[in-house]
T-cell receptor
Framework: KNQVEQSPQSLIILEGKNCTLQ??????????LRWYKQDTGRGPVSLTI?????NTKSNGRYTATLDADTKQSSLHITASQLSDSASYIC????????????FGTGTRLQVFP | DTAVSQTPKYLVTQMGNDKSIKCEQN?????MYWYKQDSKKFLKIMFS???????INETVPNRFSPKSPDKAHLNLHINSLELGDSAVYFC???????????FGQGTRLTVV
């Protein structure tokens, strides 16, 4: 069964600290993996999108990694800011004809001063 | 300029009513989507339209009917609303099927 699991479910860190969010998936075949940031009351905003051949991609203080062999991805946030408080959602696109998007349930990050 | 805009932002209505949510994108994208986010914040795709043709319908009840008058618009019409339809509905668009999707701000639907 195609699934995307994220951990931790929620995370609290202090401003300025780094953190890493995890995403494990069982989707096969695989097309791409995306990380989205969703602020409370807003729509998700794309952070990164990675295909099978890419193992790291950065967007400012956000760095995503992908290990297609172990089917794991991580999102590392450097020098966190209060504005990083949001939900982070991992989405995997199936590589078959359906192009089905499988969403993780997200990690709720709170950054405290 | 808002890239993906949906209206209304909030919608409160009684069970059994019919309502519509409108979505417009000014990005020139070929693919548009409707997502439902439930109270547990889980996003689930409902529909995908590519060049005005439906390409995904994720086992959504037929009370939900997407309407795309043109490439820039994908409206969602819901008949006979039920309590379980209460959720936040997001419209999104992307240039191609597997490229970055841009989301609207969501419509919070509450059925009472």
């Amino acid at each position: 069964k195609n699934q995307v699991e994220q951990s931790p479910q929620s995370l609290i860190i202090l401003e300025g600290k780094n953190c890493t969010l995890q995403c494990n998936y069982t989707v096969s075949p695989f097309s791409n993996l995306r990380w989205y940031k969703q602020d409370t009351g807003r729509g998700p905003v794309s952070l990164t999108i990675m295909t099978f051949s890419e193992n790291t991609k950065s967007n400012g203080r956000y760095t995503a990694t992908l290990d297609a062999d172990t089917k794991q991805s991580s999102l590392h946030i450097t020098a966190s800011q209060l504005s990083d408080s949001a939900s982070y959602i991992c989405v995997v696109t199936a590589g078959d004809s359906t192009d089905k998007l499988i969403f993780g349930t997200g990690t709720r990050l709170q950054v405290f001063p | 300029d808002t890239a993906v805009s949906q209206t209304p932002k909030y919608l409160v209505t009684q069970m059994g009513n019919d309502k519509s949510i409108k979505c417009e994108q000014n990005l020139g994208h070929d693919t548009m989507y409707w997502y439902k986010q439930d109270s547990k914040k889980f996003l689930k795709i409902m529909f995908s339209y590519n060049n005005k043709e439906l390409i995904i319908n994720e086992t959504v009840p037929n009370r939900f009917s997407p309407k795309s008058p043109d490439k820039a618009h994908l409206n969602l019409h819901i008949n006979s609303l039920e309590l379980g339809d209460s959720a936040v509905y997001f419209c999104a668009s992307s240039r191609l099927k597997n490229t970055e999707a841009f989301f609207g701000q969501g419509t919070r639907l509450t059925v009472v």
